[in-house]
């Protein structure tokens, strides 16, 4: 299932979160942990087929205007952590610049870029 999301603005860092959930959810990703009070969830997906193995999005907003995007091969939901570092991809996005979005359960692109004057 692909989606877009054509560019929208967002003016806090738990709107932009919501909002890249929201959009990787219906692209056919599954909340894996939900730590709402924590301010991060982690989603996971085995891609379009569903055969490969899991990969696990952390995405936080605990800074003030910043979201934080990590990827891991390994999430245990039962203890909210990775024995495994990051997958050499961590984003951040701010909350003052307008968010495209677009991609499947095999792939997911965030883009942002600065609002219009």
Do not use: R
């Given at each position: 299932?692909?989606?877009?999301?054509?560019?929208?603005s967002l003016t806090?860092?738990?709107?932009?979160?919501?909002?890249?959930?929201?959009?990787?959810?219906?692209?056919?990703?599954?909340?894996?942990?939900?730590?709402?009070?924590?301010?991060?969830?982690?989603?996971?997906?085995?891609?379009?087929?569903?055969?490969?193995?899991?990969?696990?999005?952390?995405?936080?907003?605990?800074?003030?205007t910043v979201v934080?995007?990590?990827?891991?091969?390994h999430w245990n939901?039962?203890?909210?952590?990775?024995?495994?570092?990051?997958?050499?991809?961590?984003?951040?996005?701010?909350?003052?610049?307008?968010?495209?979005?677009?991609?499947?359960?095999?792939?997911?692109?965030?883009?942002?870029?600065?609002?219009?004057?």
């Open positions: 299932m692909y989606k877009v999301l054509a560019g929208k806090t860092n738990a709107l932009t979160a919501a909002e890249i959930i929201a959009q990787m959810v219906s692209m056919g990703w599954s909340v894996f942990d939900d730590q709402s009070a924590s301010y991060y969830k982690v989603l996971i997906s085995n891609g379009g087929t569903g055969l490969l193995p899991p990969l696990y999005t952390k995405i936080g907003w605990s800074g003030s934080t995007i990590d990827i891991y091969s939901a039962t203890t909210h952590t990775s024995n495994l570092s990051p997958i050499n991809v961590t984003s951040s996005f701010t909350t003052s610049k307008i968010l495209w979005m677009w991609g499947n359960k095999n792939f997911v692109v965030c883009v942002q870029e600065n609002k219009y004057q």
